[in-house]
């Protein structure tokens, strides 16, 4: 067999660096250590600035390192589990869930895509829950979950107007659905505004995006996407069916 034209493509110039500079991550820096400006590194690897750039913004991708505002380009800790399931057919994130927070719940129409997949009219109303999630002080997910106002119709819209008190009241009545099942979807996109600020990242910063869809027997009866910090968090799938943080091998790696 002769060779193939991708077998002759040279390796480009800044994975060759990454990989050197991998390499040095793992010799010359501590973890949290901020690493010396753009400047000083492309002199020490002798290497353009733009051909730096590619190499650290792969790392960053792939989670060796984090930029941070008001810091700079830092050694990025081992990511966190993110256990992914869909084996135990019940509401991840239940009141027993400390992973979770409520932070805000507010009435609003829901991006078309979601309303599509809630099969109702993109104008009407939805409740929008937001939440939180956290590791060792530290946001690693912010979700936002799609409650139609036919899924919560037991809902009193005077009890708790707004906030996490109303969060947690559509949260409980959605938990009295009988759960049919769920599935969900896996995909790297990137951090919008909102997110961003919450997750302490910059907009456009690479993320994991989990979006679950809850089936019961009037059909999808909530949407929930939640997003993760691509930098922070690795996705593992096993049985627990729900979503949630594992510091195994964190704890492993630490000892």
């Known amino acids: 067999m002769g060779t193939t034209q991708l077998e002759t493509v040279q390796e480009p110039k ?19 250590e ?17 051909t730096l750039r590619q190499a650290l913004e792969q790392l960053e991708l792939e ?17 966190v589990g993110v256990a992914v399931a869909t084996a135990q057919q019940g509401w991840a994130g239940g009141d027993s869930d400390e992973a ?5 719940c507010t ?8 309303a599509a997949v809630l099969d109702m009219d993109a104008e009407a109303p ?7 999630q956290a590791t060792h002080g530290q946001t690693v997910a912010a ?45 790297l996109g990137s951090a919008r505004v909102d997110d961003a600020k919450e997750l302490d990242r910059l907009p456009g910063a690479p993320v994991l995006v989990v979006t679950t869809r809850y089936f019961a027997a009037a059909g999808t009866v909530a ?24 510091h195994e091998e964190q704890e492993r790696k630490a000892s």
């Not at 989670?63 to 990511?79: D, E, F, S, Y």
């Not at 009435?107 to 979601?114: F, H, Y």
């Not at 939805?126 to 939180?132: C, F, K, M, P, S």
């Open 14 to 32: 800044y994975w060759h660096l990454k990989t050197v500079l991998s390499e040095a991550l793992d010799s010359d820096f501590a973890v949290g």
């Open 34 to 50: 901020v690493l010396p400006n753009e400047r000083e590194l492309a002199a020490r690897f002798g290497v353009a600035r733009a």
């Open 63 to 79: 989670g060796r390192l984090q930029r941070r505002r008001g810091v700079g380009t830092t050694v990025a800790p081992p990511r």
């Open 100 to 104: 979770w927070q409520p932070v805000e």
């Open 107 to 114: 009435t609003a129409t829901a991006p078309a895509s979601v």
């Open 126 to 132: 939805v409740h929008v829950v937001r939440r939180i």
């Open 143 to 187: 979700e936002l979950l799609y409650v139609p106002q036919s899924s919560v119709p037991e809902l009193s819209a005077i009890a708790a107007p707004s906030g996490p008190a109303r969060a947690r009241s559509v949260l409980r009545e959605l938990h009295r659905l009988g759960l049919d099942g769920q599935d969900r979807s896996v995909e």
């Open 223 to 246: 949407v929930s996407v939640a997003t993760y910090r691509a930098d922070t968090c690795r996705l593992t799938f096993g049985d627990s069916g729900a979503l949630e943080i594992s």
